[in-house]
C-alpha cells in the first residue's frame, strides 16, 4: 500500500530544536537512543502514528522484518517526548528468550533496581502506577504472549502510561490500535538509497543517466528499507547498473519462502540472501557463526569462537571487516569498549545457514564456554584495579551469560555448567544490583539434580548470599545450611567457609551480633587457613566491625575498617571499600565528627552508587540523613529520610528490620521532628520521596547549602547523646543445627 505525501510538522530543518530531529531531550528522563544517520521519509506515517497515540493507549506497530518498525516508534517516540515528563523508554527484547526474564528485561529498561524478593512485576506496576511515560517496546513477537499480558497489566495499574510497540504481530488487547507498517513510497525509497549511497560513497550522485537504475532498484526491493540499505552499501564495489543486474540473478536463485507467504516475506527473503550470496566464503562462514551470538560481542570472542580450520583466528579480523563494510555487522562503542552486533533478521537468516552446515551444537558449546571462560575471569578480575572495568563488561554481555546458562541447562549432564555460571556472577547479582536476576537464575539452577560437587555448593552459597540481601532469613538458613552440611560431608573446606560466613551475615542482619561477631570470626579464620583473599573476605572484616561496633567497640571496628581499607588501597578494590568507609563514617559520628563522617560517607555513597549497588547507596543516604540534622540542616535531613524510605522497597527489607541498623534513622527522625515539627517534617519527607535515586544522590554529594567547614573551625554539635538502645541481642533467624526460628519474626 502506498500513502500520498502530506508535510509533517516536525521534520527535519535547520531551526529545528535538537529533540524533534530524533535525539533525546536533553534534561528529559528516558533511555532513547541517539539516531546515527539521519531519518528520511515517512512522514505520513509519523503523523498517523502520533494521531493513533492520541486516541489509544496501545499502538502496535506491525509489519515484515527489514520493513522499518523499530527505526519509526523510535522516531515518533523521540517525536512526542516532550509530552511524557517521566520520560521515554524504550524495552528491546531480540536478547531475551525466556519469557520469566521480561520483566526483569522492563527493570533494566528502566533503570531500576529491586533487590527485593518480591516478584519484578510488582515493581514495575508500583513504579508506573502514577507517572506519565510513554514505554517503547520492540522486537516482542517471541514472546508475544508474556508481553501482552505484562503490557495489560501495566495499562490497567497505570492510567497516564502509554505504549507504542513493534513487532510482526499484534498483542491482540483490548483497547489496541493496530499499524499495519507498508513498505516505503517510491519517493521515499529513492531519498533513502541515494542517502545510504552517499555515506558509502560519497561520488554517488543521482543523475540522469543512474536515475533510471536506482528507482528500477528501488521498486525491485519493493521499498523494504534493510534491503535498500543493504543494496545502497554495494556501491562500494559496484555500480548502481551492476546492483540491478546482479540483483536480477539472485531474486532467481533465492526465493526460499513459501510460495503461500506474503510477498514481501519472500522478497525480504531474496534481499537478505542476495547479500549473502555476494560475500566471499569465508564472510558467509562467519556471518552464520555469528548468529550464535546474543545482542553485542566483541572481537576477542569471535576469535575463538568462531575461528576453525576454514577460518583461521588470524583471518577473522579482516573477514569481520568486511562484513562491517556490508552493513551486516554493526559497530557500537561502548564502556565496555569497541563491540558489534547484527540485526535480528540477519542474524536469524545466518542461523538457518548455520543449522544447515550441522554446526549449530558445536557453536553454541563453543560460546557457552568462552562465556564460562569470560566469567571466571571477571570474578577473578573483579579483586583489582579494573573492578569497573569488569562490571561494564558483564553488564554488556549479560544476553550472551544468559545465553550461556540457558544452552547448559538444555542437557541435564551439563547442568552443573549453569550452576558454575549463576555461582561465579555473584559480583554481578550483589555488587551491581542485579540481586532480583541472580535469585531467578540461582533458584532455576539448582533445581536440576546434580551432584554435589563444587558448583553446586557454590550456588547454594551465592543464593543464601542473595537471600540474605533480599530480607529473605528462610531461604537463606536453607541454602547456607545445605552447602555447609554438604560440604562439610565432601571435604569442601571453601564452600565451607563462604557458608559459614554468610550464616554469620545473616545474624548480623538480624540483630544477633554475638552470634554475627562468633561466626565470622571463625570464617575469617577459615579463610586465613585456605590462604583466601578477595572481596568477599574483606566484606566478612568489615561486617565483623558492624558487630562489634553495634556493640560499642568503635576502636576496634575503626581497626578492622581500617585495615580493610589498606588492603583495598593496595589491591585497587572499591566496592568492599565502599561498605568499609560506611562503617569508618558511623564511628566518626558516634565520636561527634559530623564533617568527617560526611566525608567518608561521600566517597561511599559515590563508589555505591556508581556500582548500581542500591543497598550500600541507601545505608549511606541513611545515615548521612542523620550527618545531616546535626550539623544544623533539619530540612535537608528530612528530605534525605524521605528518599532513602522511597528507595527500600527496592532493596528489601527496610533497614533489614535491623534495631542496630535502624538506630540512625531512629535518632534523625527524632532530632529533626523536634526541629521542625510535624507538619514541616512531613512535608519534607515527602519531597524527598519525588526525588530519584540519581537525583537524590547527586544532591547528598553536592553537600547542604552554604559553605562547609571542618569540625575544628565551626565547632559543629557533637551527637547529642548515643544511638538509641536497641535492647537485648535478638536470637538468629535460624540456627543451622536446627533450621528453626525466624519465620515468626520475619
Known amino acids: 500500500m502506498r500513502r500520498s505525501q502530506r508535510p509533517f510538522p ?30 528520511v521519509g515517512r512522514d505520513d506515517e509519523l503523523a498517523e502514528l502520533t494521531g493513533l497515540l492520541e486516541e489509544s493507549r496501545l499502538v502496535t506497530v506491525v509489519g515484515v522484518g527489514g520493513v522499518g518498525k523499530t527505526r519509526l516508534v523510535t522516531r515518533a ?202 560475500c566471499v566464503p569465508e564472510q558467509r562462514l562467519l556471518w552464520s557463526r555469528l548468529s550464535v551470538f546474543a545482542g553485542q560481542f566483541d572481537l576477542e570472542a569471535v576469535e575463538y569462537i568462531c575461528s576453525g580450520s576454514e577460518l583461521p583466528a588470524d583471518s577473522v579480523l ?54 564460562l571462560g569470560l566469567a571466571t575471569w571477571c570474578e577473578l578480575d573483579w579483586f583489582s584495579p579494573r573492578q569497573s572495568e569488569v562490571a561494564a563488561r558483564v553488564e554488556s554481555e549479560l544476553p550472551n551469560l544468559r545465553r550461556a546458562m540457558e544452552c547448559s541447562l538444555e542437557c541435564p549432564e551439563e547442568a552443573h555448567l549453569a550452576q558454575y555460571l549463576a555461582g561465579t556472577l555473584w559480583f554481578l547479582w550483589v555488587g551491581c544490583g542485579r540481586l532480583s536476576e541472580g535469585r531467578h537464575w540461582l533458584d532455576h539452577v539448582l533445581e536440576e539434580e546434580t551432584p554435589y560437587d563444587s558448583s553446586r555448593l557454590k550456588a547454594l552459597w551465592v543464593l543464601g548470599y ?48 554475638a552470634r554475627a561477631q562468633e561466626l565470622l570470626h571463625e570464617a575469617l579464620g577459615r579463610y586465613r587457613e585456605l590462604g583466601e583473599l578477595n572481596s568477599n573476605v574483606l566484606m566478612a572484616q568489615v561486617e565483623l566491625a558492624m558487630s562489634v561496633g553495634f556493640r560499642g567497640e568503635l576502636d576496634r571496628a575503626v581497626t578492622i575498617c581500617e585495615e580493610v581499607r589498606e588492603i583495598c588501597e593496595d589491591h585497587g578494590e572499591r566496592w568492599a571499600l565502599s561498605y568499609a568507609l560506611f562503617v569508618l563514617a558511623f564511628a566518626a559520628l558516634e565520636r561527634g565528627r559530623p564533617a568527617r563522617a560526611r566525608e567518608l560517607l561521600g566517597e561511599s555513597l559515590s563508589i555505591s552508587h556508581a556500582f548500581h549497588d542500591l543497598l550500600g547507596t541507601v545505608l549511606s543516604l541513611e545515615l548521612l540523613a542523620l550527618v545531616t540534622v546535626v550539623e544544623g540542616d533539619a530540612d535537608e535531613a528530612a528530605l534525605l529520610q524521605g528518599a532513602a524510605e522511597q528507595i527500600w522497597p527496592s532493596v528489601g527489607l527496610p533497614l533489614f528490620g535491623s534495631e542496630h541498623y535502624g538506630a540512625p534513622r531512629v535518632r534523625c527522625e527524632e532530632l529533626a521532628r523536634r526541629e521542625l515539627g510535624e507538619e514541616r517534617y512531613a512535608s519534607r519527607r515527602r519531597a524527598g520521596a519525588v526525588l530519584g535515586t540519581d537525583a537524590v544522590v547527586a544532591r547528598a554529594l553536592a553537600g547542604r547549602p552554604g559553605e562547609r567547614q571542618s569540625d575544628a573551625d565551626t565547632g559543629a554539635q557533637e551527637v547529642p547523646g548515643p544511638l538509641p538502645e536497641t535492647g537485648k541481642t535478638r536470637k538468629p533467624a535460624a540456627s543451622p543445627a536446627s533450621g528453626r526460628g525466624g519465620p515468626e519474626r520475619w
Open 10 to 39: 516536525s521534520s527535519d530543518g535547520p531551526d529545528t530544536p535538537p529533540s524533534a530531529r530524533g535525539g533525546p531531550a536533553r534534561g528529559l528522563p528516558g533511555n532513547l537512543p541517539a539516531e546515527l544517520n539521519r531519518f
Open 77 to 278: 517516540a523521540a517525536l512526542l517526548e516532550k509530552r511524557y515528563c517521566d520520560g521515554v523508554w524504550l524495552l528491546e527484547l531480540s536478547d531475551v528468550h525466556d519469557p520469566e526474564l521480561l520483566e526483569h528485561a522492563l527493570v533494566d529498561a528502566l533503570g531500576l533496581t529491586d533487590h527485593t524478593n518480591r516478584p519484578p512485576r510488582a515493581t514495575l506496576l508500583d513504579y508506573c502506577a502514577g507517572r506519565r511515560l510513554l514505554l517503547v517496546i520492540d522486537g516482542f513477537e517471541h514472546l508475544v504472549d508474556a508481553c501482552a499480558e505484562l503490557v495489560r497489566d501495566l495499562l490497567r495499574r497505570a492510567p497516564r502510561l502509554r505504549v507504542l510497540a513493534a513487532g510482526r504481530l499484534p498483542m491482540e488487547l483490548d483497547g489496541e490500535a493496530t499499524y499495519p507498517l507498508a513498505t516505503m513510497t517510491d519517493r521515499d525509497a529513492l531519498r533513502l538509497f541515494a542517502e545510504r549511497a552517499t555515506a558509502v560513497q560519497p561520488e554517488f550522485r543521482l543523475t540522469e543517466h543512474t536515475r533510471g537504475a536506482v528507482q528500477e532498484l528501488c521498486r525491485r526491493l519493493d521499498g523494504i528499507p534493510l534491503a535498500l540499505e543493504l543494496a545502497a552499501g554495494r556501491l562500494r564495489a559496484l555500480s548502481a547498473e551492476q546492483v540491478l543486474e546482479r540483483l536480477d540473478d539472485r531474486f532467481r536463485l533465492l526465493t526460499g519462502g513459501s510460495r503461500s507467504a506474503l510477498a514481501r516475506h519472500q522478497t525480504l527473503r531474496t534481499a537478505i540472501g542476495w547479500s549473502h550470496e555476494l
Open 318 to 371: 579482516d573477514v569481520l571487516s568486511g562484513l562491517l563494510a556490508q552493513s551486516i555487522v554493526l559497530r557500537e562503542d561502548s564502556a565496555a569498549g569497541t563491540r558489534y552486533r547484527m540485526l535480528d533478521t540477519v542474524r536469524e537468516y545466518g542461523a538457518e545457514w548455520l543449522a544447515a552446515t550441522g554446526e549449530t551444537e558445536r557453536l553454541r558449546r563453543r560460546h557457552r564456554d568462552w562465556f
Open 466 to 513: 542473595v537471600a540474605v540481601l533480599q530480607g529473605d532469613p528462610v531461604g537463606a538458613i536453607s541454602a547456607l545450611t545445605e552447602c555447609r552440611e554438604e560440604a562439610e560431608a565432601a571435604g569442601d573446606a571453601t564452600a565451607s567457609a563462604y557458608a559459614l560466613h554468610r550464616t554469620g551475615c545473616l545474624a548480623l542482619v538480624t540483630d544477633d551480633t
